[in-house]
């Protein structure tokens, strides 16, 4: 199970952290990430990590968003800085099988959670 929490409402220029916690999805057989789908648009890769704990965050974030994860390789975290309108988006937490690189968003996941939504005013 894939759970995805804090998203919420903040003003353009804020922070939010969202977690995810992977049960059945810990140690090294998994790789996992953060995708993002705003209204009428298609969904989009934003961070992935390996088992590792090496991460690669999508270009187009420029560095605001960090992906880290616990010791226990359970909880994902996605650190959201410097928020923009354009950041408003449901955010989906996934996994899939560790065939190949980790660090490819044109990998497809299999496994998602509900998703928290993350909204940002001007």
């Known amino acids: 199970q894939l759970l995805e929490s804090g998203g919420g409402s903040v003003q353009t220029g804020g922070s939010l952290r969202l977690s995810c916690v992977a049960s059945?999805?810990?140690?090294?057989?998994?790789?996992m990430a953060w995708f993002r789908q705003a209204p009428m648009k298609e969904r989009e890769g934003v961070a992935l990590?390996?088992?590792?704990?090496?991460?690669r965050a999508a270009d187009y974030l420029k560095g605001r968003f960090t992906l880290s994860q616990d010791n226990a390789k359970t909880i994902l975290y996605l650190q959201m800085n410097s928020l923009k309108p354009e950041d408003t988006a449901m955010y989906y937490c996934a996994a899939r099988l560790w065939v190949g690189s980790c660090l490819d968003f044109s990998r497809r996941y299999d496994y998602w959670g509900q998703g928290t939504q993350v909204t940002v005013s001007s």
């Open positions: 059945g999805y810990t140690g090294s057989n998994y790789c």
């Open positions: 990590i390996d088992k590792t704990g090496r991460t």
